[in-house]
């Protein structure tokens, strides 16, 4: 009987992802096989002229500053949402750094835009305070360059970092870590080829996380970094508002759209060979030829069950 439910318990989340995935989906596939209309909309006329401008000189431009920005902004996060979810793993307070974390959320999202804009802004906190010590230089201003995009942009999307990689490495060993500084490792071996194998997916995560919003960014780059500074995400709404161009627009969010799904696809069929690839490391190798591991396997041996000490 449980069995004859199977459909009708799939059948709401396959309904929700129909109407508001799937559909939206191929009619934007739809829209950018199609022409432009002569007052905005498309004609139901086949036409690969969409997919022809996508080749035009000035989006490729757009599409590489956006592709910089994205990864700048994405490693900067990883960079210090790593330290950052270690602090948090090892604290003892770890609901109150995590409630820290969290808080920002409570805030709209153009509020903190607009937010950072007072204090970066030329009547800014940043500037008076420059001013007043005498280090404010004439015509410089923080805010209307990629610079400050990306600032913001690592702002916005660093918890998204720092929640996987704290589940990520609460879970992890720390005696391991212990163990290889005793066999003679310095503490950056440690973490390079220790830690980091084994919260490879907490990593992987974390830039998912934030390098497909950021691909897609739309409201930073606008208000914070001006005209001069559009991603593919302004284009895309530029097209759509006033050039009224749909086919274009549809054609350049079904490029962005492949380009993440390639990604994704390609870390989704890595992680589990790596994460593979890493327990079958036999054993781990440190300085002075030491081993650490569940086991150590010896010329013409073979696996040999844990010791006491676990080193050979």
Request: glycine share 8%; proline share 5%.
């Amino acid at each position: 009987m449980k069995r004859n439910l199977g459909p009708a318990y799939v059948a709401p989340q396959a309904l929700w992802l129909t109407i508001f995935f799937a559909a939206p989906l191929l009619i934007i596939v739809a829209y950018s096989f199609l022409r432009k209309g002569l007052y905005g909309g498309v004609e139901t006329s086949f036409s690969i002229q969409a997919w022809a401008d996508i080749a035009n000189p000035t989006l490729l431009k757009v599409t590489l500053k956006t592709l910089w920005v994205s990864l700048a902004a994405t490693i900067i996060i990883i960079l210090l949402a790593l330290p950052c979810g270690y602090s948090i793993a090892r604290s003892k307070n770890q609901a109150l750094r995590l409630f820290l974390v969290i808080v920002p959320f409570w805030t709209n999202f153009l509020v903190r835009i607009y937010a950072w804009i007072s204090i970066l802004g030329n009547e800014g906190f940043v500037n008076q305070a420059l001013r007043f010590l005498g280090l404010k230089a004439e015509g410089f201003q923080f805010l209307y360059n990629q610079g400050a995009v990306v600032f913001v942009l690592v702002y916005m999307y660093l918890p998204y970092a720092i929640l996987p990689l704290f589940s990520t490495i609460d879970k992890f060993d720390f005696t391991l870590l212990e163990a290889a500084r005793d066999l003679g490792s310095t503490r950056m071996q440690s973490y390079t080829k220790v830690m980091l194998p084994n919260i490879k997916g907490g990593v992987i995560t974390a830039v998912l996380f934030t390098f497909i919003p950021i691909f897609g960014a739309y409201a930073v780059p606008l208000l914070i970094g001006g005209k001069d500074s559009y991603m593919l995400g302004n284009v895309i709404a530029d097209q759509l508002t006033k050039t009224r161009n749909w086919p274009l627009a549809s054609a350049i969010s079904m490029s962005m759209t492949l380009l993440t799904a390639i990604a994704v696809f390609l870390f989704a069929f890595k992680k589990p060979k790596e994460q593979q690839a890493v327990k079958d490391i036999d054993p781990l190798s440190l300085p002075n030829g030491k081993t650490i591991g569940f086991f150590h396997r010896g010329p013409g041996q073979g696996k040999k069950k844990p010791s006491g000490k676990g080193v050979a």
